[in-house]
């Protein structure tokens, strides 16, 4: 049975793959490369070298400033959301800033920290901020008070409170933010790699078109960027597996 | 040594028969009025309502949905502060929660993200290892969840995630329960034999317990004393004397009597 779950959806690729070969062998205008010569492009970076080092940049950049929004994101808003005068006091802000697209603040991380790392992992930082911050609002905020009034009860203080049960309260919560968030960082490093730095793999998607119209390697960026993101979905949601979570995700 | 009296209310029911022990008295409110304000809208919930509760005794709160019998148990449980009166514990007065006194919620009050052994366990992260094992180990015994230590709460039924709730209160070996509608959530059945249960317990620890239920039937059936509440805001509307010994048989002419003098106290003609 097992092997059918997985088997199902490999199949169903497999299939695709066949459709996309026979579609584009039947046809003369070149709209797209086929499968084998997206696969050949994959083959001539690994061989010069750029996969790794491209994919390795990209990986690099999303992890520091996803990290650092982390870091600094989820604490901020698990505070905001204890503490509801904050949170009335900041909440408009928030909503100010959250529409403005990651994008918007290309030119302004370039004028700040020059084309590079630094900016890419800005721009990711930025994307990743809000989500996780609000995420985090949101996550104490529903917080059953039934909860917070036992743990009052058993005489914890403020500190223990917080740490047996504001955090095991939010962590399930957290855990789908940080998912949807990783997958919103990893769109943002693409689009920051176009323009920002001169590596990574929405650099390549760029860089094939400009210098010889290379749309092998073009489809093979995108075809790595889709794989590697399925990859950090299933590892984010191997997370909400653990026993101690689980409670969280069961519609009850 | 005070005599359990209800201070500025008559008993409805008196029996001069009854010899009470002398009781010392736990828990004493004094004039305890709340009002609430919602979009400038005052609501009073409480109503000048004074109560005495004896060491070891039951008593339950018995008053229809949305009264303020609920409100009334987080004041004394220090969850919220009075607008007027003061409640006195054990002579000293209530200023926030405290683990000698602990507040059983409805089934939801357990922690998901801990086993039974860990919610059980959650008050006692002061003892010594050994010492908390065992107390763990004594009350998962006591209410009969034995082969279920390792288990979540959502593998568990409502009548069990309650008892793990109870076996959690009396862990920390608290003065008294505060109970607000414990068994409101369960089915009939599982009601009934939670009841025998939580007798069962007062009977071998004898804690004071403060108990709000709407249902006649169940106050009849636990309480020592029933404090009848009116509709909000909440008064008290009388005070009734249950002097029936425990196991009570609940088709004799005296439980009847007590339980069909509450329905004409709270306005209901007990005809269906």
């Known amino acids: ?252 | 040594m005070e005599a359990t009296t209800v201070v500025g209310v008559r008993p409805i029911v008196s029996h001069g028969l009854k010899v009470e022990r002398a009781l010392r008295v736990k828990l004493r409110a004094e004039g305890v009025s709340m009002i609430f304000t919602r979009d400038s809208d005052q609501v009073r919930v409480l109503d000048n309502i004074s109560l005495e509760v004896g060491e070891g005794e039951f008593v339950c709160l018995l008053g229809p949905s949305g009264c303020g019998k609920s409100t009334l148990l987080n004041v004394v449980a220090g969850f919220i502060s009075p607008t007027q009166g003061q409640v006195r514990i054990g002579g000293e007065s209530v200023h926030g929660p405290d683990p000698r006194r602990i507040f059983v919620f409805q089934e939801r009050g357990v922690f998901p993200w801990l086993t039974v052994e860990g919610n059980i366990g959650f008050g006692l992260s002061k003892l010594p290892k050994a010492e908390r094992t065992h107390r763990i180990a004594h009350y998962i015994t006591m209410v009969g969840l034995l082969g279920f230590e390792k288990a979540y709460p959502q593998e568990l039924s409502g009548g069990m995630k309650q008892r793990l709730e109870v076996a959690r209160a009396l862990a920390v070996n608290p003065d008294m329960l505060f109970l607000d509608e414990p068994f409101g959530a369960l089915d009939s059945i599982t009601r009934l034999i939670m009841r025998g249960e939580l007798l069962r317990i007062w009977e071998a620890e004898r804690k004071t317990i403060l108990f709000v239920t709407h249902d006649i039937e169940e106050a009849v059936q636990l309480a020592d004393r029933v404090v009848v509440m009116s509709a909000r805001p909440a008064r008290i509307q009388g005070v009734v004397n249950i002097d029936i010994d425990h196991p009570r048989d609940i088709s004799s002419r005296r439980y009847l009597e007590l339980r069909d003098g509450i329905f004409e106290q709270i306005g209901l003609a007990h005809k269906v």
Do not use: C
Request: no cysteine; proline share 5%.
């Open chain 1, 1 to 252: 049975m097992k092997l059918s779950v997985w088997l199902r959806p490999v199949a169903f690729v497999a299939a695709l793959l066949v459709l996309w070969h026979i579609a584009i062998a039947r046809q003369t205008v070149h709209l797209l490369p086929g499968p084998v010569a997206v696969a050949a492009g994959i083959v001539e970076l690994a061989r010069r070298g750029l996969l790794l080092k491209y994919v390795t940049a990209s990986l690099f950049r999303v992890t520091w400033g996803f990290t650092a929004a982390a870091v600094f994101g989820i604490p901020l808003g698990l505070a905001i959301g204890w503490y509801r005068r904050s949170e009335m006091a900041l909440n408009p802000l928030i909503q100010i800033f959250r529409p403005i697209s990651p994008l918007a603040w290309i030119p302004i991380s370039i004028l700040w920290f020059g084309v590079g790392d630094m900016a890419a992992i800005f721009l990711i930082f930025l994307a990743s901020f809000l989500p996780l911050t609000v995420t985090a609002m949101n996550a104490v905020a529903s917080i059953p008070p039934v909860h917070i009034n036992a743990g009052r009860n058993f005489g914890l203080s403020q500190a223990q409170l917080i740490a047996r049960v504001l955090y095991p309260a939010v962590a399930p919560q957290l855990i789908i933010g940080l998912r949807i968030t990783l997958g919103i960082a990893w769109l943002v490093v693409v689009a920051a790699e176009m323009i920002a730095v001169n590596s990574g793999l929405g650099f390549l998607i760029v860089d094939a078109r400009n210098a010889g119209t290379r749309y092998d390697l073009v489809v093979a960026g995108m075809v790595l960027i889709g794989l590697i993101g399925l990859l950090l979905d299933i590892g984010m949601r191997s997370l909400e597996g653990v026993k101690s979570l689980r409670w969280g995700y069961s519609e009850d």
